[in-house]
């Protein structure tokens, strides 16, 4: 039980990484509530997790819905422990089609989203506590029509050393955890491929990948647990790459 009694909150709960995230650290003994904004995917995530669950809907990118939610956790835990900030988009556009729309879209979600959820939770994060972001493996890589997303991304790795810093003195951590190639739904949401590409797309990459695959959720969970909990006590500010060892070969053909 590496995270027993621990308080977790986390954003983007409902799906895919947060989700296998949620189920893990409920496993070793976290109470943990999700987020995200569809209600249904929330209820249907805690039915499966089954016990020590909480959630309520909120937009990361309106902050009074998650000040409604971290009050809940207040009245129900007291504390936070642990900040899954795990909510984010991607997409597949090319520079010349980016609008401000997108821009806005892309920016919000992964860039001030994760500012409003640090900014909520922190008054109830006791000394000693954790932030852990979610950036991604292409962060050093320059993977055509994925600009803006990786931009943020790397915005978001960022804030891993300046609020290292910035929280020093309350022993707060804070990490990030850098997927590699991990299919959810974003693949046939957010980045538009049909079932049939996404699958031709899993087989071609993963033989590109060191490990011969791509990974999935459970990977990512198990090494954000590890952040989270006390046998990473002497890691701060790091981003830990959870890829298989794409970025490490990088340039192949992604
Ligand atoms: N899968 C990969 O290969 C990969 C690789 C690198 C990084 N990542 C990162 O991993 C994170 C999780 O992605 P995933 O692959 O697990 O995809 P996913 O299942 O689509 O998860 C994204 C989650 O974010 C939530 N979300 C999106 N916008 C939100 C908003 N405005 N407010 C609150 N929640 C919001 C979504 O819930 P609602 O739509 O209900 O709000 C959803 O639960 C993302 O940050 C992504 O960039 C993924």
Do not use: C
């Not at 954003?11 to 003994?29: D, H, L, N, P, Q």
């Not at 597949?92 to 879209?105: A, G, H, Q, S």
């Not at 020093?168 to 739904?185: E, F, L, M, Q, Y």
């Amino acid at each position: 039980m590496k995270l027993e009694n621990k308080v977790a909150l986390i954003s983007g709960g409902g799906t895919g990484i947060g989700f296998a995230s949620a189920k893990k650290m409920v496993e070793e003994g976290a109470y943990v509530y999700i987020t995200g904004r569809r209600e249904n995917k929330l209820k249907e995530a805690a039915e499966k997790i089954g016990h020590n669950v909480g959630y309520l809907p909120a937009d990361v990118t309106k902050k009074e819905t998650l000040e409604a939610l971290v009050q809940k956790i207040k009245k129900e835990q007291g504390h936070i422990d642990i900040v899954f900030a795990n909510a984010g988009i991607g997409h597949n556009i090319p520079l010349t089609e980016i609008d401000k729309k997108e821009f806005d879209r892309t920016m919000d979600t992964n860039v001030l989203g994760t500012y409003y959820l640090a900014q909520t939770a922190l008054p109830i994060m006791p000394d000693g506590s954790t932030i852990i972001l979610n950036t991604s493996a292409t962060d050093d890589l320059g993977l055509k029509n994925f600009s803006l997303y990786i931009a943020a991304k790397n915005a978001e790795r960022s804030f891993a050393h300046t609020w290292t810093n910035e929280l020093r003195d309350r022993k707060i951590r804070v990490n990030a955890i850098a997927p590699g190639v991990i299919p959810t739904d974003a693949a046939t949401g957010e980045l538009g491929r049909t079932p049939e590409e996404e699958k031709e797309s899993e087989e071609r990459r993963g033989k590109l990948i060191p490990a011969g695959t791509v990974g999935n959720v459970d990977d990512i969970a198990n090494a954000v647990v590890f952040l989270a909990s006390d046998d990473a006590r002497y890691i701060n500010g790091v981003e830990l790459r959870v890829d298989g060892g794409l970025a490490s070969v990088y340039p192949v053909k992604l």
